[in-house]
Nanobody, 121 residues
Framework: QVQPVESGGGLVQAGGSLRLSCAGS????????MGWFRQAPGKERAFVAA???????YYSDSVKGRFTISRDYTKSAVYLQMNSLKPEDTAVYYC???????????????WGQGTQVTVSS
């Protein structure tokens, strides 16, 4: 079973950058598409970005041009580089694995515990 484990969250000022990492505990991410989702207080969990096994990338409109998703096949890791952060990016960020890249929660089978990102104004 794939178990994503996120790291790299923290507190940053608006306009700053953070890089989130997601590593696999147990089985590697081999063959899986990977996604990042986020959940702000009082809101539903929402799609942020996804990368297919072949490297195709997908972004939500709210982060396009600011965030970049990438993966390292040798390390079985996925990253989310977040630039030009805004207070509205504040949320718990979750890494998830799926057999096919998508933008909906129900397409993902394995989820991490999340990492908090807080952007101060």
């Amino acid at each position: 079973q794939v178990q994503p484990v996120e790291s790299g969250g923290g507190l940053v000022q608006a306009g700053g950058s953070l890089r989130l990492s997601c590593a696999g505990s147990g089985r590697t991410f081999g063959g899986y598409a990977m996604g990042w989702f986020r959940q702000a207080p009082g809101k539903e969990r929402a799609f942020v970005a996804a990368i297919s096994w072949s490297g195709g990338r997908y972004y939500s409109d709210s982060v396009k041009g600011r965030f970049t998703i990438s993966r390292d096949y040798t390390k079985s890791a996925v990253y989310l580089q977040m630039n030009s952060l805004k207070p509205e990016d504040t949320a718990v960020y979750y890494c998830a694995a799926a057999t096919q890249a998508g933008t909906t929660l129900d397409g993902y089978d394995y989820w991490g515990q999340g990492t908090q990102v807080t952007v101060s104004s």
